[in-house]
């Protein structure tokens, strides 16, 4: 469970290094993170804005696709 979704240690640190371990393969099949945050942002925006932070943070291009249906290399 991730508290303070929205804010920039999830951004820059905690979603870049849990992509980067699925992508490796190191997270347990069936793995899932719960995220709470005050900021009122749908679905889909929260989604994308994590995204962006993968990209920014770490050497990581997924596509918009590979995100939302976890086709990362797992």
């Excluded at 870049?16 to 942002?41: A, I, M, Q």
Aim: contains cysteine; glycine residues 10%.
């Amino acid at each position: 469970m991730i508290l303070g979704a929205s804010g920039d240690l999830t951004h820059r640190k905690l979603i870049p290094s849990l992509s980067n371990f699925y992508c490796k393969g190191r997270l347990p099949k069936g793995f899932r993170v719960v995220d709470v945050s005050r900021r009122p942002l749908s679905d889909a925006q929260f989604r994308e804005s994590l995204l962006t932070g993968v990209h920014d943070t770490v050497d990581m291009h997924l596509s918009l696709s590979q995100w939302l249906h976890g086709s990362g290399g797992h």
